[in-house]
């Protein structure tokens, strides 16, 4: 953060080694030999000696995921990605960033992809805080420090004022952004009572429900549309449960006479889970949506997260094992 001014580069490379590190600690709480590339031809001591080649910061969120089920959601990943790239480009080669001197346009460049970042970190950080506890007093200071940094936003904003204004005038809504700080992110309605916001600011995008809060205290909850998300009520603290969401979610019309078919969703492996919400189908328990909810054609069974489920018959889908596994067990 210190260095973006004056060394815009070592910024970029420090932050982006910050994100790779953190991740690895992260592995290391595991096992140490997950950070290493090639466990097997390697010793204690020579990862303690520091000659043990580590693993890529890609496969790093791999091993996060399948060693450790630690699912780093794929914006996150992106970001993290892409920090990383900018960071091998300025290593290897001549890069715009790479003068002694940023201007204004770099800095608010390098900036956003910080404050970017940093905002998918800091999510990580408070998800592992049970990983992390020593080092919650250091975490809540980088926090602090890197909101810090919008100020340098600034200068987008104001630039921005002019096109916002007139959008708010025509009708769009702003959100804070939760990434910069700034009353810049452009609501669009996308079915019933989910939306997506992205900001103009610093490109922060977000798909999220509002719906009132079911413990009837008056607020409007904002939940993220996204596995695990925060679905606590900020006024009366109660805990939105899926079964909340089903009630308010649910638009479809049912026969009372007609036997109604239970909807699952392969994206988290949920049972019965799935709504239909205007033209689309949602999960209450992952969020992930889709528009339409094929059925298998060997268990009968619909779902959402499954693809097409074309040769669903011979390959089966997320819940059944087709025919193939049907023959195998013969
Ligand atoms: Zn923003
Ligand atoms: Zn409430
Ligand atoms: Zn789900
Ligand atoms: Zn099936």
Redesign the pocket.
Known sequence: MAEIETHPKYSVIHFATAVELILKARLMREHWTLVVERASDVTLDDFLTGKAKTVSQADAIRRLKNACGENIPSDAATQFGKIAAHRNRMIHFFHEAGRKEADGTLTEEIVKELCLSWFHLDRLLAEWSDQFDAFQAEIASVDKKMKGLRTFLNVTFERLKPEIAKLKKAGTAFNV?A??G?E??AVEQVEGMLFEQR?Q????GETYLEIPCPAKCGTMLHIEAEYGSNRTCPTCEYVVTADDLAEVLDTEVYDPSDFHTPINCAYCSSLGTVVQHHEIFICTECLERDVGAPTCEWCNEAQIGGGDLEHSNYTGCEFCDGRAGWMKDD
């Open positions: 952004c990434g910069c700034f810049a992110a900001c600011v610093c490109g922060l």
